[in-house]
């Protein structure tokens, strides 16, 4: 993902950066609905060895502040624009309620870009374009079925003009979970009395540039984990598996163990040389039913076991991962059948998460069916007057153990709205369809 | 220099990891002469958000005690080893007396690699396998000539059995720095009563496994600087160099600057074509002049000036960074001849860089031919008694405002030394010949 990733902005001259991991308090503070957002979790560091720090320093909850001084040095001139960077690092934000691995964790690993526009229409575009990328990881790698949409303005990242996402939904505990974010910013850090990061512009006048920042974490592992997995363990998107292939050595009694070892080493070989993640579980002290558990366990997407039967028909064995059908491969056409295979598991555990994703949204119009539909644990498309206090209210009424119910996304795709369309929840005209539901 | 050495490791079947960037102190302080070390310099969290945390974190200063407690788990028997991992990432030391950009900064991005084997032997031989991979990425990579050898035991990391490390130096200072280390921790950090490291050995038997850990940083990018900047700005050996041609275009007067600026473009588009990354700077609002002196201070391995009579004559002119020759370049055989001139200035910057360390290399034998040698600036290469005691002494009698001197290394490669030869600062008999001198 992160190749792919990296070649697609690399194409759009975002160059690579590396920023520092610490930001003063000061710093820090500087754009007022930002902070807002993230002091409540910043990580602080008040010592070093024996000694306190003169000025205690944040770990980046995200890099905003960290860049955008530089910015405010290097951009001088229209001529200095567009100005685009992205880095990989660690972030680290102190969640007291719920922490939980991969999904909401106090270290988090991700890439975030940081672009910086003349105009508006070009900020615009981009955040688009990144969109599409996030949403190519998401169901193109993870085989996890996205919606692409607009956050509400409670939503919205802090400090943000307007915030862009994909949203992905896990029907077994029926929560919305936020893919990945494409910010426009706007000129609110940009401003003179924030970041002052300014430029002549054509017309040799002072401007604030237009920025965006977009991100995308190692919350995308949490995401596939929770929707592919199942009871035996991790199921893994092939394009996306360390290993796509474990072969397994099946001895028998009499047989020679020995040809069906160098069968399975050789089966490797022909598979790694074709491009192929595979490798054999050589371990001579577990029995070949421990090592089925073992891989599946891991979530590998398939396994090839190899016994004395199918050396003499010159073939092998294959078990999916995702389906558990079994089948057997001639060794004669074997890296066209596995490679077919591979592509077969990547769209089918797509397009089942997309039957189970999509059975689960419903249509509410009115209170008590948005409520019967929460109870079912749905994906929510409701009716909205867009009204950031109808939300709040929502999010009042709606609140218990299992937490409140928000909006996910407004969705770029909308359905027909007809004339007169009353929102769920306040009974006034409705501006336009929202995604809502519990969402971690 | 990443790609390199990923590939490299990757052949070696080390593993990309990625481990967490807090531990807590009890953990840090397991092995008592490593946290010794680096305790003194470790960064600490203590609030999140408005709370005070239970336990203070230390941010790492280096993995080692993040990574082996997994290590003890994950290691339960022969067939578990050999291990090897490795993480590209940031950590912290909190220097208080020196920090210098690249060279000792308080952040730094380095890659760690982490690995365990059943017997000594393998351990010896991984610490030399990646010198000669980091002799590499000096030598051939930075133009920067390297000395391989052993760290003295004060010199030692802390809590390794031994470390092996290439050593740079700057003329220009007359200091000698350490450019990366290949540690064996033998069996010190796996002993039960540190982190507990164990497996069933092919006797059946308990035995602590045998650890080595190796490390390069962004310290590389400040060794570069120095040794091959100049009072132009830097000088970047085109290996390593993000942009290895910069063409300028040179109007004048009459001439067509259009068909100026095309053939500028069409030189870029070529060499582009050919894997050499080039650039052309088009604003229109600096002289020629003014951008020679911009991309020379950027450290540019090569300029290519395209005016009206280069145009007539089909040829470009070239000029080099790193001397400052010019010629001029048929655009019949542009991209061979680009190829070879960026070559011959990879290979030239490396010589250059070699004679001029080499001249500062003294061999001293006595006391007072040392603390003239050290005056001179020298990288001095001395018959030593090896023992601890003398070196703090050594340290002890040469310190002042410019720092003590102290052992960079023993280099691998060891002169003759003729029976009784006498240690510089002891008198003892000398064991062998190491390199002293003021160090980064």
């Known amino acids: ?50 000694s306190d720090l ?38 680290v934000r102190w969640e007291f309620s719920n922490p939980m691995p991969f999904i909401r964790s106090r270290e988090f690993y991700w890439q975030e870009g940081h672009t910086a526009f003349a105009t508006k229409e070009e900020a615009d575009a981009e955040v688009l374009e990144i969109l599409e990328l996030y949403r190519q990881i998401y169901e193109e790698f993870l085989a996890v079925p996205v919606i692409k949409g607009k956050k509400s303005e409670l939503e919205k990242f802090a400090g943000a003009l307007y915030t862009c996402s994909i949203e992905a939904f896990i029907p077994n505990t029926g929560r919305g979970i936020q893919g990945a974010t494409s910010h426009c910013l706007g000129q609110n850090f940009s401003a003179k009395e924030f970041f002052d990061i300014t430029f002549q512009n054509e017309k040799e006048k002072k401007d604030s540039v237009w920025q965006n920042s977009w991100a995308y974490s190692t919350r995308t592992i949490g995401v596939m984990v929770m929707v592919h997995g199942d009871d035996k363990g991790l199921v893994l ?16 009694r009499d ?10 080493a050789a089966t490797v070989k022909t598979l790694r040389k074709a491009g192929i993640r595979a490798n054999v579980d050589k371990r001579d002290y577990h029995t070949p039913g421990w090592k089925y ?13 190899i016994g004395p039967k199918d050396l003499t028909n010159n073939q092998v064995r294959a078990v999916r991962r995702d389906n558990g059908a079994k089948m057997d491969l001639s060794t004669v056409s074997l890296v066209e059948q596995v490679k077919e295979l591979l592509d077969k598991i990547q769209e089918s555990l797509f397009d089942s998460a997309k039957q189970r994703r999509d059975a689960c949204i419903q249509i509410t119009r009115t209170w008590d069916e948005f409520v019967e539909a929460l109870g079912q644990k749905k994906l929510i498309l409701a009716p909205w007057c867009d009204e950031e206090e109808v ?6 009424r709606t609140k218990g153990d ?9 969705p770029f795709d909308q359905p027909e709205m007809h004339e007169g369309t009353r929102c769920f929840a306040s009974g006034k005209l409705a501006k336009k369809w929202s995604y809502w539901g519990r969402s971690y």
Chains 1, 2 share one sequence.
């Open 1 to 50: 993902m992160k190749e792919f990733f990296d070649k697609e902005i690399e194409e759009m001259e975002v160059e690579k950066c590396m920023f520092p991991l610490f930001v003063t308090s000061a710093v820090l503070q500087k754009e007022k609905s930002h902070v807002a957002g993230f002091e409540p979790e910043v990580a602080w560091v008040t010592k070093a060895g024996k």
């Open 54 to 91: 003169d000025v205690d320093l944040a770990i980046r909850p995200t890099s905003e502040t960290v860049i955008y001084p530089y910015f405010s040095k290097w951009i001088r001139n229209h001529h200095d624009l567009p100005m685009k960077v992205n880095q990989w690092c660690n972030v």
């Open 237 to 252: 998107p092939p394009k996306v598996a360390s290993q796509q292939v474990i072969v397994i050595p099946v001895p028998y």
């Open 255 to 264: 047989a020679n163990t020995q040809e069906i070892f160098d069968a399975c």
């Open 293 to 305: 558990s073992y891989w599946e366990m891991k979530g590998v997407p398939l396994r090839i076991e």
């Open 391 to 396: 939300e709040k209210d929502v999010k009042e």
């Open 402 to 410: 299992t937490g409140a119910a928000k909006t996910l996304c407004t």
